[in-house]
């Protein structure tokens, strides 16, 4: 087995990961929304998982660096700025994560539910389908290099 096929396998098995994850933080926001759980709650389930989701998305970004897959490294190198972006600028924590509970009901005049939430949903929604879209390009780009 080549080192070109062992990255592919590496980059399918963290794309799943990623996907896993994203699953997870719609269904908790799901929950938040319909009054299941508190915003710290919320909080205190999805912040542990930030920094892993953004290190597993960086360590992508450096795999197609050093493999040379120029479009796919700038592709990825998008959602992780974005993911740099977005924890650089959180609220003020003493904890890890990018998710505060005093500014999830911040309201939106359009909306019953917090503004912040409605965005972060949106976030959830996004990055599962550019996950999606990767797992696809990536498992047959694993099976390609396995198969040649």
Known sequence: MSLLALMWIL???VVVALLFLMVYNMLVFDELVNDHKNPNDVCKS???WVLPEY???AALTIMFLASGNIVLFLTNA???SYHAYR???RPRMTH???YDPGTIFNQSPFSNIGQNVQLWRIESAFKLGFYL????FYLYSMMYALLS
């Not at 879209?133 to 696809?136: A, L, S, T």
């Open 87 to 89: 924890y650089i600028n």
């Open 96 to 98: 890890v994560g990018i």
């Open 55 to 57: 290190g597993a998305q």
């Open 46 to 48: 999805i912040n542990p």
């Open 133 to 136: 879209i990767c797992f696809f």
């Open 78 to 80: 998008i959602v992780t």
């Open 11 to 13: 980059v399918v098995l």
